[in-house]
């Protein structure tokens, strides 16, 4: 054998010891990191802070907290309070939305979103107001997660439908300059209560179909398309049929079905929420009414008190929030807003909700009525009531 043949059957030899040698190291590497998983969910168990795991580029750490809603709610401001705390670390976005729209792309699509170190008492996680009314949401969580810490924040259902159909329907309606093919408010309240007529009783619809009921499938039967059409050829068709002023309130159709469908729906919170508690213990929710993050009598003193509270839940050292809660609220606007981050000071907001003001008395005492039997669930849950009219 020659001496360049004897280099290379040497070379060839250490290529092959090298590539023998990086595939064990991965193999420990991949061992390593599962057994990190489960360490990380034992801690997280037992109330340990160290919530990351992983190996090397793939370490990624678990959301320790997660604010599920609901939408309208003040989500954005909760979630820009609590950031307010040392100890608290954001993900790359607000909106994950990854256990109701993007759950298909797994855990590690998920995690990549999250920081991938955290340090001793630090914690992480993230505000999706759509893991509140979504029924295969709470189950995927449970599975994923079993110890996050959950936090939802509900504002008095008619103000939260009287903010929804501003957001969903009338700035656009009023942008593309609508005039009398506006829909009303009560128009849409008297549309909804239709197809929730045969719903009210949620309890006998839960207990017919599971934890798995969907309110939008079960609750919202019947051709909604016909219904509003209904409505607006009714008020402004003329001789001929509907006209160009009728027509321009029936589009665009997503809009308007997405308020026809969210206004009341989407206040049901008792229904959304006992999905949490059958899948959770109550130790690991925490309800907050949105009344509580606002300014009272005593100032902002009782938001902070709140926050302080909720931080105390996720297992924070104590922090003062009284300076981030006196900043005002974030996001007013909802996603029409240019960012999350947009601040509207407490100075420049009327004490007194608009609702309450431009809402019709008959179509206010109308919703109160209607929502009570819900919000009394509700609180049974929570253990706690909310200050919303009655």
Not at 68 to 73: E, F, M, V
Not at 126 to 147: D, F, K, L, N, W
């Amino acid at each position: 054998m020659s001496f360049f043949a004897g280099v290379r059957l040497s070379s060839v030899f250490v290529f092959v010891l090298l590539a023998s040698t990086s595939v064990t190291l991965i193999k420990v590497a991949l061992q390593k990191g599962t057994e990190d998983v489960a360490v990380s969910r034992d801690a997280i168990e037992s109330g340990d802070s160290a919530e990351c795991h992983g190996y090397a580029i793939w370490k990624q750490c678990l959301p320790r907290f997660l604010i599920i809603g609901a939408g309208k709610c003040g989500t954005s401001s909760l979630l820009y309070y609590l950031a307010d705390h040392p100890d608290v670390r954001l993900p790359s976005k607000k909106q994950v939305a990854f256990f109701d729209h993007q759950y298909r792309r797994g855990m590690s699509w998920y995690l990549q979103h999250f920081p991938k170190d955290l340090e001793t008492n630090q914690v992480t996680g993230e505000s999706t107001p759509g893991y509140m009314v979504y029924s295969r949401v709470a189950g995927r969580i449970a599975q994923e997660m079993p110890h996050v810490r959950l936090v939802a924040v509900l504002r008095d259902p008619v103000e939260r439908a009287w903010s929804a159909y501003h957001y969903h329907y009338l700035s656009q309606a009023r942008a593309a300059q609508l005039g009398e093919a506006l829909i009303s408010f009560d128009e849409f309240v008297a549309m909804e209560m239709a197809h929730l007529r045969h719903c009210v009783d949620l309890d006998q619809t839960y207990q017919e179909h599971g934890r798995g009921t969907d309110l939008h499938e079960e609750c919202y039967r019947g051709p909604l398309e016909e219904q509003l059409g209904q409505v607006v050829q009714g008020r402004l068709a003329s001789g001929d049929g509907c006209g160009p002023q009728c027509q321009v309130a029936l589009s665009p159709p997503r809009s308007n079905m997405l308020c026809a469908r969210s206004l009341m729906g989407r206040g049901l919170y008792g229904h959304f929420m006992r999905r949490y508690y059958e899948e959770f213990p109550a130790s690991h929710i925490k309800v907050v009414c949105t009344e509580a993050l606002r300014p009272g009598p005593s100032g902002v003193a009782t938001a902070a008190r709140t926050m302080a509270e909720i931080a105390s839940f996720l297992g924070l050292q104590q922090h003062d929030f009284t300076s981030a809660v006196s900043k005002g609220r974030y996001n007013v606007g909802g996603q029409h807003s240019s960012v999350y981050e947009e601040i509207k000071p407490w100075s420049a907001q009327s004490p007194t909700p608009d609702y309450l003001v431009e809402m019709s008395k008959e179509t206010l005492s109308r919703l109160r009525q209607w929502f009570k039997p819900h919000n009394d669930a509700l609180f049974g849950m929570m253990g706690h009531k909310c200050n919303w009219g009655y």
